[in-house]
């Protein structure tokens, strides 16, 4: 059975999440998501490609930062309907400027919001000045 | 702001999605979807409470097999779309026996399919014959 035979993208959108990781360290960066187009050019290529919901479009992770996924593993769990790729980042993998997407974290004693990693690059060095 | 200001459950479905990390190493074991109460009773009891989008059902993982999720850290990405949960596994995270769900890879060789971790617990022993 084909990969594509066991996998479920969405019947209505024909997308798939996918959960991005940073292979040597784990750390989660980023949640996306890819159409079949998308992932056929992530294989193909070796680098992240998605589908953008909000602009509709086709897009290479880094086409305009430079900050580019590496492939090293691409996973998909028992329902066939998430896929978790494994990468090697440059840069940050966050528009924001962080790492990693998931940079802040619910505070446990006070159920307030905390920023848990540095901002590596500022986000108007990467994309210019809005 | 508070936690939920910043959170974005879908506008139909009321859901976000989770990732599932187990802290210790790292590895990512499953995506499953909450709904705001299934998020609060998350924060409050420290076990990870899910939406079962087929069987349109709260439930907290771990509610049949035993097999329960401490929570250790929620973390939301800067889209506010998507949730990161670390916890702490017992047994296997996987109905289908395995720690993590995504315990299958594409062959970066031939594009089929490989399993890449063992099962470390017989389904049937969890949750009895079909």
Redesign the interface.
């Known amino acids: ?3 594509y035979d ?1 996998l479920k993208f969405d019947a209505v959108s024909g997308l798939i ?1 996918a ?1 991005i ?1 940073e292979q040597n ?4 960066l ?2 996306a998501w890819l159409n079949r187009a998308s992932l056929e050019k992530t ?1 193909a290529t070796g680098k992240t490609h998605f589908w953008s919901r909000s602009r509709q479009k086709f897009w290479m992770k880094g086409e305009t930062s430079g900050h580019t996924q590496s492939v090293k ?7 066939g309907d ?1 896929i ?1 790729i494994q990468v090697e980042q440059i840069g940050a993998a ?3 400027g ?1 790492k990693s ?6 505070h ?1 004693g006070n ?3 905390k920023i ?1 990693e540095a901002q590596i690059i500022a986000p108007e060095q990467v994309y210019g000045k809005k």
Do not use: K, N
């Open positions: 059975m084909s990969l066991q999440p959960i990781q360290s784990g750390r989660v980023m949640m294989i593993d691409i996973a998909f769990d028992c329902d998430t978790l966050c528009h924001e962080y997407c998931f940079f802040r974290s619910v446990q159920g307030g919001v848990t």
